[in-house]
């Protein structure tokens, strides 16, 4: 028994002291970052230990998203910072890389082929791999390149790798030494940046048709429930259908087929401009900015 007892002192005290050295280490640091993320983003952190790494669930607008970490495969002490983001909008699979990344963090390119493209200045650094390269030239508008390259500059430019799946946008990237916070969150800020800019990309490419008689409010019904749009009106960001505020909430976005559009704001008032008012003049009503 006394052998037992002085055994379960010693696993105890090499238990304490591993826990002691992994708080003081890089590991400790990574936390240390992560919870700055979940403070910054208002997420739910995970905190790393020695069998696991430290990861963030954070919500962005409607979507939900994760920032992970684990070493990189076959490298010294490498680390690899993930985020993934939810998305609705594409439904085939692409990968874009910068041309020097490693295999280790390529993801399976199994069914996808190059992708050509005239951008000079993109195609220096990118790989562009698709199922569909026509979707995905339409979808790599200047708004989308220029996010990719922030992203790759942040904090430093290193190897990366951005998936495109039917339900998810992650983003791989090789991440220096440092483990501040306030580099992790201008990643995630620029990441979700970069899912912001494809999900307008991809609702530019959705047209609707609109009717050659005007709509007025009052004869309107909402597209959920059947009834007249009296009081309590929200339209859809994308395709300016109204709804009822509870009918939107209730379905979680737009009634529309096809539309798939999931941010609404209250209908505008428009403003009765006068005839012959210089538009450029102080005197002109100015336009708000939508919110």
């Given at each position: 028994m006394e052998c037992v007892f002085v055994g379960l002192v010693i696993v105890g005290s090499f238990v304490a002291l591993a826990v002691a050295l992994f708080s003081s280490s890089s590991g400790g640091q990574w936390n240390e970052a992560f919870k700055q993320v979940a403070r910054r983003f208002h997420g739910t952190l995970h905190p790393g230990g020695w069998f696991y790494t430290p990861s963030v669930w954070l919500q962005h607008g409607e979507a939900q998203a994760r920032l992970t970490l684990f070493p990189l495969r076959g490298s010294r002490g490498e680390k690899c910072v993930q985020l993934a983001i939810q998305q609705r909008e594409i439904d085939s699979r692409s990968e874009i890389y910068y041309y020097q990344t490693r295999e280790a963090l390529l993801p399976i390119r199994r069914g996808l082929l190059p992708v050509?493209?005239?951008?000079?200045?993109?195609?220096?650094?990118?790989?562009?791999?698709?199922?569909?390269?026509?979707a995905l030239r339409r979808l790599l508008s200047d708004g989308v390149r220029l996010a990719i390259e922030m992203v790759w500059r942040q904090p430093?430019?290193?190897?990366?790798?951005?998936?495109?799946?039917p339900g998810w946008l992650v983003v791989r990237k090789i991440w220096p030494s440092t483990s501040r916070g306030v580099d992790l969150e201008a990643f995630v800020e620029r990441g979700c940046a970069l899912a912001d800019?494809?999900?307008?990309?991809?609702?530019?490419?959705i047209e609707f048709v609109a009717g050659e008689e005007p709509q007025l409010m009052e004869d309107a019904r909402c597209g959920v429930c059947g009834d007249s749009l009296a009081s309590e009106i929200v339209v859809c960001r994308r395709c300016n259908t109204?709804?009822?505020r509870e009918c939107w909430q209730f379905g979680g976005g737009c009634a529309t087929y096809g539309c798939g559009g999931r941010e609404c704001a209250a209908p505008g008032v428009a403003t009765l401009i006068e005839p012959g008012l210089d538009l450029a003049s102080d005197a002109a009503p100015r336009l708000s900015k939508p919110r």
């Open positions: 050509e493209y005239d951008w000079e200045d993109f195609r220096h650094r990118w790989q562009v791999l698709a199922e569909d390269g026509d430093i430019p290193t190897e990366i790798t951005i998936t495109i799946t800019q494809l999900n307008l990309a991809a609702a530019a490419g109204p709804h009822h």
